[in-house]
């Protein structure tokens, strides 16, 4: 089946370093998202990866591996206004057209002073 | 601002109420999504619409009907819904490339908080 796991809530200092893990299992694999989703806002994206290996955008990470199924999000420097839900998402080829996305539930990340 | 506005923000209806739900997209997108966001589950997609037709309906009961005008536009229809229908009703948009991949970068509106009384 299609299934998507991921940390329901993590806390980190501000200044630190945090990394939100992403297990997943589809079919037909084709790219894995990142969103962040403030409190009663919309999710924005954050990264996509689809090869294997480490995609850098400032602050923010994103690491891939297809073989174990597997992604993070690395946040750098944390400031206050990173705390927010950060959603994963796997884009399954699904009878063409990459029609399914897969959602996890969202990582709820507090940053604390 | 993503580019993608919805209205209205709030909606409260009763059961036997028809209302609708708005979105506009003012990025030249040719792909429009609607999602449902309720606490503790996914993000549940509902209709996905690429150059004003549909092409993806998830099961979604028939008291939620969907329309799009045009490539900026997308309505959603509501009549007759029950009290697990309340949540976050989320718009996206995105561009579908030559090879019509949907699914790429998505940009979501603010969303309509929805409940049902």
């Known amino acids: 089946g299609q299934n998507i796991d991921q940390p329901t809530e993590m806390t980190a200092t501000e200044g630190a370093i945090v990394q939100i893990n992403c297990t997943y299992q589809t079919s037909g694999f084709n790219g894995l998202f990142w969103y962040q989703q403030h409190a009663g806002e919309a999710p924005t994206f954050l990264s996509y990866?689809?090869l294997d290996g480490l995609e850098e955008k400032g602050r923010f990470s994103s690491f891939l591996s297809r073989s174990k199924g597997y992604s993070y999000l690395l946040l750098k420097e944390l400031q206050m206004k990173d705390s927010a839900s950060y959603l994963c998402?796997?884009?399954?080829?699904?009878?063409?057209?990459?029609?399914?996305?897969?959602w996890g539930l969202g990582t709820s990340l507090a940053v604390n002073p | 601002e993503t580019g993608v506005t919805q209205t209205p923000r709030h909606l409260v209806m009763g059961m036997t109420n028809k209302k609708s739900l708005k979105c506009e997209q003012h990025?030249?997108?040719?792909?429009m999504y609607w999602y449902k966001q309720s606490a503790k589950k996914p993000l549940e997609l509902m209709f996905v619409y690429s150059l004003e037709e549909r092409v993806e309906n998830n099961s979604v009961p028939s008291r939620f009907s969907p329309e799009c005008p045009n490539s900026s536009h997308l309505f959603l229809h509501l009549h007759t819904l029950q009290p697990e229908d309340s949540a976050l009703y989320l718009c996206?948009?995105?561009?579908?490339?030559?090879?019509?991949?949907?699914?790429?970068?998505?940009?979501f509106g603010p969303g309509t908080r929805l409940t049902v009384l």
């Open positions: 996206a948009s995105s561009q579908v490339g030559t090879s019509g991949g949907f699914y790429n970068e998505q940009f």
């Open positions: 990025l030249g997108h040719n792909a």
């Open positions: 990866n689809v």
């Open positions: 998402a796997v884009r399954d080829h699904n009878a063409g057209n990459n029609r399914k996305l897969i």
